[in-house]
């Protein structure tokens, strides 16, 4: 017999019934009211045990709807609720983090091709399923499972407003890298960092020691301007491009001497690193600033010298993994801290981490503990 319930996460009646076969189906009435949501239960154990098509038992339940309501039942396709997600998701993410979940979704909605127009409880899990696998194909491991990611938090937030009551992405797992090559990213060894910034220009020895001494990523190190340094303070202050979130970072010791002895630029607005700034903020082409980098470290003897023969099309094709890159740093930062004795709490607020749990851990750590964290950094080896 068909019967309602209410999911811990939504305020719509969720229908439970059984199907032809006796086994229980869910599926969100998207309604508030409970004796609605009882006939439309039993309008879709109706419609299961008698075989009829989504599109009729939609009209079905639409049609009750409306003489229970007056109201029409508002029907949204997933081409309709990427595009309503996307823009709710504008004010709350990065640029860059915005443009990433729409190529993931236009991925996604090409793949489906006319069932983009289908609504969002008729997508399943095997159509999801498929387009991993068909993405698995020709992209690499961590694209697919990124996209993925935002294909899950899509679904998720149609679960949240009441437009399915199952998630059909909930059990699609990660691909795994089938790359024998592919190694983890390590932090580096001082030998190695001193051999980078032996080879370096002088912007790039700056990005090195900010990179070691904060821990920043090289979107953040690339783009500081002469007003996110306050030497009198001994503090660097600036918002994040990926979270936007704002950062008061104490300048480790060998930082703030090597920043003393530099000359840095006298208006405010000047960018620290006139040339990556440009990269990122003008050209927008941060992908062009790693494989600076690279070249870089293969000077130094670090990687082998970076090809110019791809093994796919664009920025998703399938590329050569290497243990050492400028995110490589922030291992390193966080791995000196913690082999300083610093404690792990500390040392994730200091290097800025991005889960909300560890956002919860750094509200609370005290200005002190920051001090000690920032002072408790080997020195490297002084830059001239």
């Known amino acids: 017999m068909a019967f309602v319930f209410k999911g811990p996460n939504s305020r719509f009646w969720v229908a439970g019934f059984l199907d032809n076969k006796g086994n229980r189906r869910n599926r969100s009435t998207r ?39 007056g109201e029409e039942l ?20 990065a640029d860059s983090t915005l443009k990433f979940y729409a ?3 236009s991925k996604f909605l090409e793949f489906l091709g006319d069932d983009g127009d289908r609504v969002v409880s008729e997508i399943s899990a095997k159509q999801i399923l498929a387009f991993r696998n068909s993405e698995s194909r020709k992209l690499a491991a961590k694209t697919v499972n990124h996209d993925l990611k935002c294909l899950k ?16 992405s909930e ?15 390590r932090p580096f060894k001082i030998e190695e960092i001193n051999a980078a910034l032996a080879v370096a220009d002088p912007e790039w020895k700056s990005m090195i020691m900010f990179g070691l001494y904060t821990g920043q990523r090289l979107g953040d190190v690339s783009t500081l301007l002469r007003c996110n340094v306050d030497l009198e303070a001994k503090r660097l202050k600036f918002i994040t491009r990926k979270t936007k979130r704002r950062m008061s970072i104490p300048l480790a010791p060998p930082l703030l001497e090597f920043l003393i002895e530099s000359e840095l630029p006298e208006r405010p607005e000047a960018p620290l690193h006139p040339e990556a700034h440009d990269i990122v ?3 927008k082409k941060s992908g062009s600033l790693s494989n600076k980098f690279t070249r870089l470290l293969a000077r130094a003897g670090l990687r082998e010298k970076p090809s110019n023969k791809g093994t796919g099309k664009g920025r998703d ?3 050569v993994y290497h243990p050492l890159s400028f995110h490589s740093l922030r291992h390193t930062a966080t791995s000196m801290l913690h082999e300083a004795g610093v404690p792990p709490a500390v040392a994730q607020a200091l290097i800025g981490h991005d889960s909300e749990a560890i956002h919860q851990v750094y509200v609370s750590v005290g200005d002190k503990a920051l ?10 080896g002084k830059v001239s």
């Open 317 to 319: 094709a399938k590329r």
């Open 153 to 168: 938090m899509l679904f998720k937030a149609a679960r949240r407003e009441g437009l399915i009551s199952e998630d059909p």
């Open 74 to 93: 508002p029907t949204v396709t997933i081409r309709e609720f990427v595009k309503s997600w996307l823009e709710r998701k504008g004010p709350e993410t």
């Open 171 to 185: 059990f699609v797992d990660t691909v795994r890298d089938q790359d024998d090559k592919k190694l983890e990213r």
């Open 281 to 283: 903020t003008v050209q």
């Open 103 to 105: 190529g993931s979704t």
């Open 371 to 380: 001090q000690d964290a920032a002072g408790s950094f080997p020195l490297v």
């Open 31 to 69: 309604t508030t009211n409970r004796r609605e949501a009882q006939r439309i239960a039993e309008e879709y154990e109706e419609a299961s045990r008698k075989h009829r098509t989504s599109r009729q038992v939609r009209e079905v339940i639409s049609d009750l709807h409306e003489r229970l309501t």
